[in-house]
């Protein structure tokens, strides 16, 4: 019984140097890093929006606007 244990115990020890090795792997990699690119990213993606969103005094027809392109994308989509 107490080999198992032992067994077990060495087990569970060497599971967890390899997992800490493992994070300390990946954490190598600098967050800060990796948020700027994303927020880059991000910016140029904003830059790209061709016309900007404004408010109609008519809500009706904002709506019914917003419907119809919806529908061109879906059908740009399903390639009708």
């Known amino acids: 019984m ?3 244990f032992a067994w077990l115990g060495a ?3 060497a599971l967890a140097v390899w997992h800490w090795r493992r994070r300390k792997e990946i954490v190598e990699e600098d967050p800060a890093d990796a948020l ?3 927020l880059e990213e991000s910016r140029a993606a904003t ?12 809500p009706d027809a904002r709506r019914k606007s917003v ?9 740009e989509l399903r390639g009708e």
């Open 2 to 4: 107490d080999r198992r």
């Open 47 to 58: 830059e790209d929006v061709s016309e900007p969103l404004t408010m109609d005094a008519d």
């Open 11 to 13: 087990a569970v020890g």
């Open 36 to 38: 700027r690119a994303k």
């Open 67 to 75: 419907h119809e392109d919806a529908r061109a994308r879906i059908d």
